[in-house]
């Protein structure tokens, strides 16, 4: 394909776009350099559309060209606003990632690498030669430093650079969904306590603990496709009915409330174990004076309905879900259906990253 996507290639600002690739999906969001600074940034462009869930397998894009049709399909006709820069941020999906707190003595650079390496060696199952590692400093003291270390197949990162090259995009920032919710969290009221973010993508539900950083991750099978599955299973409905029932009723009242509320428990059981295994985990290792006290959700597997008051009821914490648009101005610009507006928190989160913290 020698097709390149029609947009401008010289600006002075250096400004970027999000860019999801869901499974199945692929949704784009650009603010404006003006609006990052203020405190509902003003989105500029964005847009959804899908393509053949095929065109990946494991988190690898295994037929680029297939999500790149897409790609052009997306910029030509089914783009909101505009989108005027190449320079494109780009999320892992969580699943397939390797992240970690480290804590160690504060170290010269190289002697810091060589440590992260070694720590990495001992709770990664794959090779490091087979990885791409990186790491963020999140917090440090005299003595001490403590990092957020992040390992990706590098299959995965270099399929994401074939689709790259093929649309003549430039990325700039390839990263865990999860840095990607956080960084959209961070843009909320109360982001100043220590919260647990469940992010419900199609396939998984990702879990972290935030407290000024990503602290803690998890990840458990259970997102949007997931339930949608559960619900056909047992109810015995065809796909789209079992999606229909679950964007409309979920776990609220309904004549079929038991079922699917039986259907969902194992799943959901999973997800309630896995938090609560993080949250023992966050208060051994930085004690209880920043005790979490809110549980939020998002993502487009979030807008089921009653999923909020289960958590509530399970894990005793007050749980709330986060509208990503809520965060933005989108003054002028046709607004998402109400349905569609949570499957945009993962590319919401990547257009927020600041081009002057990368183009330094």
Do not use: C
């Not at 909101?80 to 494109?88: E, F, H, K, S």
């Not at 390839?174 to 843009?187: D, H, K, Q």
């Not at 919260?195 to 539900?205: P, R």
Request: proline residues 5%; without cysteine.
């Amino acid at each position: 394909m020698n097709k390149t996507v029609k947009i401008s290639s010289f600006f002075h600002d250096k400004p970027l776009f999000g860019l999801d690739i869901g499974h199945g999906s692929l949704k784009v969001m650009q603010i404006s350099a003006d609006g990052s600074k203020a405190h509902h940034p003003k989105v500029i462009g964005y847009g959804f559309t899908t393509f053949d869930k095929a065109a990946q397998s494991d988190g690898v894009i295994v037929q680029p060209e297939v999500i790149a049709k897409a790609a052009f399909d997306l910029f030509d006709k089914h783009l909101i606003g505009d989108i005027t820069t190449r320079r494109a941020a780009l999320a892992i999906p969580a699943y397939r990632t390797y992240t970690r707190s480290l804590q160690l003595p504060k170290l010269k650079p190289k002697e810091l690498k060589n440590a992260v390496e070694l720590e990495a060696e001992q709770y990664i199952s794959m090779p490091l030669a087979e990885l791409y590692l990186d790491y963020e400093i999140i917090k440090e003291d005299a003595e001490n430093i403590e990092l957020f270390v992040v390992a990706v197949p590098k299959t995965i990162v270099d399929s994401y650079l074939d689709f790259a090259q093929i649309t003549g995009l430039e990325p700039v920032l390839i990263e865990p969904t999860l840095s990607s919710s956080g960084r959209l969290f961070s843009t909320d009221q109360h982001s100043d306590i220590a919260t647990v973010i469940i992010d419900f993508g199609s396939l998984s539900a990702d879990i972290s603990i935030y407290d000024q950083h990503v602290m803690v991750t998890g990840t458990v099978q259970g997102g949007g496709d997931v339930f949608t599955n559960s619900i056909q299973a047992a109810l015995g409905v065809t796909d789209q009915e079992a999606g229909l029932i679950k964007t409309k009723y979920g776990l609220g009242p309904s004549k079929r409330q038991a079922e699917i509320t039986k259907a969902l428990d194992p799943i959901l059981q999973d997800i309630v174990k896995e938090i609560r295994r993080m949250m023992r985990y966050y208060e051994e290792r930085y004690g209880s004076d920043r005790p979490i006290s809110q549980i939020v959700t998002l993502g487009g597997g979030a807008n089921m309905p009653g999923l909020s008051e289960y958590l509530t009821n399970a894990i005793r914490l007050a749980v709330r879900h986060i509208d990503p648009w809520q965060s933005f101005n989108y003054k002028g610009l046709q607004p998402p259906s109400q349905a569609d507006k949570p499957m945009y928190a993962t590319v919401a989160g990547l257009s927020l990253a600041k081009p002057k913290e990368l183009f330094k």
